[in-house]
Protein backbone atom coordinates (compact mmCIF):
# COMPACT_ATOMS: atom_id res chain seq x y z
CA UNK A 1 0.00 0.00 0.00
CA UNK A 2 1.18 3.51 -0.42
CA UNK A 3 -0.47 6.68 1.30
CA UNK A 4 -0.10 10.02 -1.12
CA UNK A 5 -0.41 13.38 0.74
CA UNK A 6 -0.64 16.44 -1.70
CA UNK A 7 0.59 20.04 -0.60
CA UNK A 8 1.43 23.53 -2.01
CA UNK A 9 -2.03 24.18 -3.64
CA UNK A 10 -3.63 27.93 -3.27
CA UNK A 11 -4.77 30.67 -4.60
CA UNK A 12 -2.28 32.56 -7.60
CA UNK A 13 -2.59 35.56 -10.26
CA UNK A 14 -2.51 34.58 -13.80
CA UNK A 15 1.58 34.36 -14.35
CA UNK A 16 2.21 33.34 -11.29
CA UNK A 17 3.71 30.03 -10.36
CA UNK A 18 3.04 27.15 -7.69
CA UNK A 19 4.82 23.79 -6.84
CA UNK A 20 3.11 21.22 -5.81
CA UNK A 21 4.61 18.23 -3.70
CA UNK A 22 3.26 14.74 -2.74
CA UNK A 23 4.85 12.34 -0.41
CA UNK A 24 4.20 9.18 -0.25
CA UNK A 25 4.31 6.79 2.65
CA UNK A 26 3.96 2.75 3.22
CA UNK A 27 5.71 1.45 0.31
CA UNK A 28 8.85 1.44 -1.59
CA UNK A 29 8.63 4.48 -3.58
CA UNK A 30 11.38 4.53 -6.06
CA UNK A 31 9.66 1.45 -8.17
CA UNK A 32 6.34 3.34 -8.85
CA UNK A 33 5.98 5.50 -11.51
CA UNK A 34 4.25 9.05 -10.66
CA UNK A 35 1.59 11.07 -12.28
CA UNK A 36 -0.32 14.42 -11.54
CA UNK A 37 -3.83 14.76 -12.73
CA UNK A 38 -6.25 17.58 -12.26
CA UNK A 39 -10.00 17.63 -12.06
CA UNK A 40 -11.73 21.34 -12.91
CA UNK A 41 -15.55 21.75 -11.53
CA UNK A 42 -17.59 19.90 -14.73
CA UNK A 43 -14.97 18.47 -16.39
CA UNK A 44 -13.32 14.70 -16.39
CA UNK A 45 -10.03 14.50 -14.57
CA UNK A 46 -7.01 14.87 -16.88
CA UNK A 47 -3.56 13.72 -17.07
CA UNK A 48 -1.32 16.42 -16.28
CA UNK A 49 2.21 14.92 -16.62
CA UNK A 50 4.37 11.41 -15.65
CA UNK A 51 7.23 10.22 -14.45
CA UNK A 52 8.84 6.65 -14.56
CA UNK A 53 10.67 5.23 -12.09
CA UNK A 54 13.66 5.64 -14.64
CA UNK A 55 12.89 9.51 -14.40
CA UNK A 56 11.45 10.13 -18.12
CA UNK A 57 8.70 12.75 -18.31
CA UNK A 58 5.77 12.86 -20.24
CA UNK A 59 3.92 16.34 -20.26
CA UNK A 60 0.17 16.67 -21.51
CA UNK A 61 -0.03 19.50 -23.78
CA UNK A 62 -1.63 22.11 -21.71
CA UNK A 63 1.31 21.86 -19.50
CA UNK A 64 4.33 21.34 -22.01
CA UNK A 65 6.88 24.46 -21.63
CA UNK A 66 5.12 25.45 -18.69
CA UNK A 67 5.07 22.81 -16.18
CA UNK A 68 7.93 20.31 -14.87
CA UNK A 69 7.56 17.35 -12.86
CA UNK A 70 10.28 15.82 -10.82
CA UNK A 71 10.67 13.04 -8.24
CA UNK A 72 13.12 12.75 -5.11
CA UNK A 73 12.89 9.39 -3.73
CA UNK A 74 15.29 10.06 -0.90
CA UNK A 75 12.54 12.52 0.51
CA UNK A 76 9.57 9.73 -1.11
CA UNK A 77 8.30 12.91 -2.87
CA UNK A 78 7.20 14.04 -6.43
CA UNK A 79 7.04 17.67 -7.26
CA UNK A 80 4.82 19.72 -10.39
CA UNK A 81 6.64 23.01 -10.70
CA UNK A 82 3.57 24.79 -12.53
CA UNK A 83 4.96 28.67 -14.39
CA UNK A 84 2.93 31.18 -16.42
CA UNK A 85 -0.07 29.64 -14.43
CA UNK A 86 -3.42 30.40 -16.58
CA UNK A 87 -6.93 30.81 -15.30
CA UNK A 88 -7.94 26.84 -17.47
CA UNK A 89 -5.15 25.32 -14.89
CA UNK A 90 -7.82 26.07 -11.97
CA UNK A 91 -8.27 22.76 -10.94
CA UNK A 92 -8.09 19.79 -7.86
CA UNK A 93 -4.48 18.46 -8.60
CA UNK A 94 -4.16 14.96 -7.36
CA UNK A 95 -0.90 12.77 -7.30
CA UNK A 96 -0.67 9.02 -8.47
CA UNK A 97 1.47 6.00 -7.81
CA UNK A 98 1.43 3.02 -9.59
CA UNK A 99 3.19 0.99 -12.62
CA UNK A 100 3.86 3.42 -15.59
CA UNK A 101 0.73 1.69 -17.83
CA UNK A 102 -1.70 2.02 -15.41
CA UNK A 103 -0.66 5.74 -14.29
CA UNK A 104 -1.09 6.72 -17.96
CA UNK A 105 -4.26 5.07 -18.47
CA UNK A 106 -5.62 6.79 -15.43
CA UNK A 107 -6.39 3.67 -13.44
CA UNK A 108 -3.70 3.39 -10.84
CA UNK A 109 -4.12 1.98 -7.62
CA UNK A 110 -3.32 5.34 -5.63
CA UNK A 111 -3.99 8.59 -5.06
CA UNK A 112 -3.89 11.36 -2.86
CA UNK A 113 -6.74 13.27 -1.73
CA UNK A 114 -6.27 16.43 -3.77
CA UNK A 115 -4.82 19.92 -3.56
CA UNK A 116 -6.83 22.74 -4.84
CA UNK A 117 -5.40 25.61 -7.44
CA UNK A 118 -7.08 28.84 -8.47
CA UNK A 119 -5.81 30.89 -10.68
CA UNK A 120 -7.56 34.06 -10.40
CA UNK A 121 -6.83 38.15 -10.64
Known amino acids: QVQLVESGGGLVQPGGSLRLSCTASGSIFSIYALAWYRQAPGKQRELVATITSGGSTNYADSGKGRFTISRDNAKNTVYLQMNSLKPEDTAVYYC???????????????WGQGTQVTVSS
Open 96 to 110: SADTTYTVVRGTPRF
